[in-house]
């Protein structure tokens, strides 16, 4: 399965954008799809996940109320909308799945199936 994460841009604080992300060569139906994101200087952060049985949604605290994940399988496509944006929120945002159905954490190196990043950019 191949991942394409798009729908990156820059916004100014409290603004919102959709992130997407399409998959090629499998169904993501089947799949917990997981949000991680890597702002300059730091490691690789999970944020989100949605599960493939019951679209059972986990934020990290960070993102927890502000950011939502959800699913469109018709268009085999995952968004990420986030509202109320923040500095910190700045980042190369990608997509992950390990092919599993449920949203169990593990690392970033643990996750086969990338999307090539998006990059957010929030400043006044």
């Known amino acids: 399965v191949q991942l394409q994460a798009s729908g990156g841009g820059s916004v100014q604080p409290g603004g919102s954008l959709r992130l997407s992300c399409t998959g090629s060569?499998?169904?993501?139906?089947?799949?917990?799809i997981h949000w991680f994101r890597q702002a300059p200087g730091q490691g690789r952060e999970k944020i989100a996940c949605?599960?493939?049985?019951?679209?059972?949604?986990t934020y990290e605290d960070s993102v927890k109320g502000r950011f939502a994940t959800s699913r469109d399988n018709a268009r085999n496509t995952i968004y990420l909308q986030m509202n109320s944006l923040k500095p910190d929120d700045t980042a190369v945002y990608y997509c992950?799945?390990?092919?599993?159905?449920?949203?169990?954490?593990?690392?970033?190196?643990?996750?086969?199936?990338w999307g090539q990043g998006t990059q957010v950019t929030v400043s006044s």
């Open positions: 992950a799945t390990d092919r599993s159905p449920r949203c169990f954490s593990h690392p970033p190196s643990w996750y086969e199936y």
């Open positions: 060569g499998g169904t993501l139906e089947y799949y917990a």
């Open positions: 949605i599960s493939s049985s019951d679209d059972r949604t």
